[in-house]
């Protein structure tokens, strides 16, 4: 039996679809009834049987960061992909970050190593990972001094208990995946850069980032899990983009005007101090900085690993793009 934590969030729902439609029958967990609408929606709009690919799906009620409630979810199970995490740049999050990313990935690995999982892979992220090499690679080791968001420490932290457990004798994997690119997530995410995009934006950031199709990301962990690779981290980034060309690139493909003027680091300043009077819009120093940057991130290992060709970026925003008319039907 394969478990699957964060099954109720975008990586972790397109991962049950993919285990689901490979014939696998996997158990994954959830905190509330609420939480599965998102991940029934996908199952719903991307399959043509959805109710028989969710009957075999083993759901049980469980929080990670609750331990004792963990204890039955282990029964049987031999590997786990472990995708739950929380995501948030707000600063008054330090305290649930530590919780859910920390703490929560502890608890599954205390268990892990008392039921003797065969394998246990870990989604982190590029947020973990040092800044300073061009491009950066899984030897970009992290580094103190530089400025990191609490998010970024925490998933930094989340690496090192699950190090400290494959030296505790787990098997274990990590991949650091860059912003990814999936569908029926409205409200987070490239989501809710879609909806803006839609109702009209004129500005666009100057950086850059690396992105990655969230169908990328599910094959290769399910082909990490499959192989005999262990002990090892796989940076999992598409290619790397300017904020200018993703948004335009979306634009395009809903019909909409892309933006057109470069967003001045002065403007940007009142944003963020109106969102830190607020508690909206960008209420993070980090997550501002991030709209300013453009890091470059390689996945030449994770090729040479798995010989693995990416999904084209035209490909992936035409896929998230008609997904999102799908939905809204627009």
Do not use: C
Request: proline fraction near 4%; charge should be positive.
């Amino acid at each position: 039996m394969i478990l699957v934590t964060g099954g109720t969030g975008l990586t972790g729902s397109h991962l049950l679809l993919y285990l689901t439609r490979k014939g696998e029958t996997v158990r994954a967990i959830y905190r509330s009834p609420q939480s599965l609408n998102k991940t029934k929606n996908l199952f719903r709009y991307y399959s043509a049987e959805p109710d028989k690919l969710w009957q075999q799906i083993d759901w049980i009620q469980a929080d990670i960061t609750d331990i004792t409630s963990l204890e039955p979810v282990f029964e049987g199970v031999t590997g786990i992909y472990h995708t739950a995490a929380k995501v948030s740049f707000k600063p008054g999050d330090k305290e649930i970050l530590m919780q859910t990313n920390v703490e929560g990935t502890a608890n599954l690995l205390h268990l892990s190593i008392e039921h003797k999982i065969k394998k246990f892979l870990h989604v982190s992220s590029i947020a973990a990972l040092g800044t300073y090499d061009n491009p950066v690679t899984e030897r970009t080791h992290w580094n103190w001094k530089e400025k990191h968001s609490d998010y970024a420490v925490s998933k930094y932290l989340s690496e090192m208990e699950v190090w400290r457990a494959g030296q505790e004798g787990v098997p274990v994997v990590i991949i650091n995946p860059s912003v990814i690119l999936g569908a029926y997530f409205w409200d987070n995410g490239i989501g809710k850069i879609i909806q803006k995009i839609h109702k009209g934006m004129r500005f666009y950031p100057p950086g850059g980032n690396g992105f990655v199709d969230v169908w990328d990301v599910v094959k290769i962990m399910y082909e990490l899990m499959k192989r005999d690779i262990t002990n090892q981290s796989f940076i999992v980034s598409g290619y790397d983009k300017s904020y200018k060309e993703l948004l335009t690139a979306i634009a395009k493909a809903t019909g909409k005007q892309p933006p057109k003027y470069k967003l001045p680091r002065f403007a940007a300043e009142i944003v963020y101090w109106a969102g830190r009077l607020t508690g909206r819009g960008i209420t993070s120093r980090a997550l501002l900085n991030t709209l300013f940057q453009h890091p470059h991130y390689s996945s030449q290992k994770i090729i040479d690993e798995l010989d693995y060709r990416f999904i084209p970026f035209e490909a992936s925003i035409q896929n998230l793009t008609e997904q999102y008319r799908k939905f809204f039907k627009k």
